[in-house]
């Protein structure tokens, strides 16, 4: 009798251990700020996961959808407004994903995220429930005394800004590329490069190894963390010194930078804008 009845525990037990829901991060928010979701899926059972789709509540306006690294998506819409996000990714057993995009949120106290995980033996996992239930929906609250970004976002950014610094003094583009977003633009004395390998291959790196004594660096940095904890804007001064040939670069200018943070926590140069001072007279 015993014996059964500890088989019969696991086998209520079970399904919990194999099914970690999809979630949406994060948990709190303001209503009717833009704030940028995480979709977590994970695969814990002995079968992959081929593909997810997420509807979006009526009252939810998607601004954006990021691309994430071995994936792809697609949008369904009703008019101009989509209504679900598909995003197909094999993520094997005992691994996970993420995905992300960005959101208008609504004027109301929380959003429930309802989510399809498609396996690769044709079943699915609905994850529409209630709080409490098997396969419950994740559930973003509102409300307007949320949390957003964190008291110490801003003084991480600084202490990024800092790490890009070093990394352009020692001209190490591997380096610098973890810095940027894959499509950030760069608008600079007049020019724009669109992209990162675009700015690396036609100027930056260019730029980098034509320099000889090279002393960069930001100062007076503001750091501005936007509603959601998500997006960031930094302003600065910059000063750059070099060797260039026969003559000597020594110059400053103001800095814009728009920041995004990535589903690993860390921010990401969407785009840059700079403005150079007239080169000081040589000595």
């Known amino acids: 009798m015993k014996k059964n009845l500890l088989f019969a525990t696991l086998v209520i037990l079970v399904p919990s251990f194999a099914m970690a829901h999809v979630s949406v991060r994060p948990r709190e928010s303001k209503p009717g700020v833009e704030e940028q979701y995480i979709v977590r899926v994970p695969t814990e059972g002995s079968v992959a996961t081929t593909h997810v789709v997420l509807d979006i509540p009526a009252d939810v306006t998607v601004l954006e959808v990021l691309p994430a690294e071995g994936a792809t998506f697609q949008t369904a819409k009703q008019g101009d407004r989509i209504t679900s996000i598909t995003w197909r990714k094999a993520i094997p057993p005992k691994a996970s994903a993420e995905f992300a995009f960005r959101a208008r949120n609504p004027a109301a106290t929380e959003i429930a995220w309802k989510a399809h995980q498609h396996f690769s033996d044709g079943t699915v996992a609905d994850w529409i429930g209630a709080a409490g239930a098997s396969r419950p929906a994740s559930v973003t609250k509102l409300s307007a005394s949320a949390a957003g970004a964190q008291p110490n976002d801003a003084a991480a950014v600084e202490a990024w800004l800092k790490a890009y610094d070093a990394a352009f003094n020692a001209k190490d583009l591997d380096k610098l590329a973890t810095f940027y977003h894959p499509d ?14 675009d700015y690396r291959d036609r100027h930056l790196g260019p730029e980098l190894k034509s320099f000889e004594n090279l002393q960069f660096g930001h100062s007076n940095t503001k750091v501005v ?48 804008h700079t403005s150079s001072r007239a080169r000081r007279p040589q000595a």
Do not use: F
């Not at 950030?184 to 390998?197: A, K, L, P, Q, S």
């Not at 001064?237 to 040939?245: D, F, L, S, T």
């Open 225 to 272: 963390i936007l509603p959601g904890g998500q997006s960031a804007y930094a302003t600065s001064e910059y000063a750059i010194k070099a060797k260039m040939g026969d003559r000597q670069l020594d110059s400053g200018g103001l800095e814009t930078l728009v920041l995004m943070k990535g589903s690993d926590g860390t921010w990401k140069i969407r785009h840059s």
């Open 184 to 197: 950030v633009t760069i608008y600079e004395g007049g020019g724009i490069n669109d992209g990162w390998i």
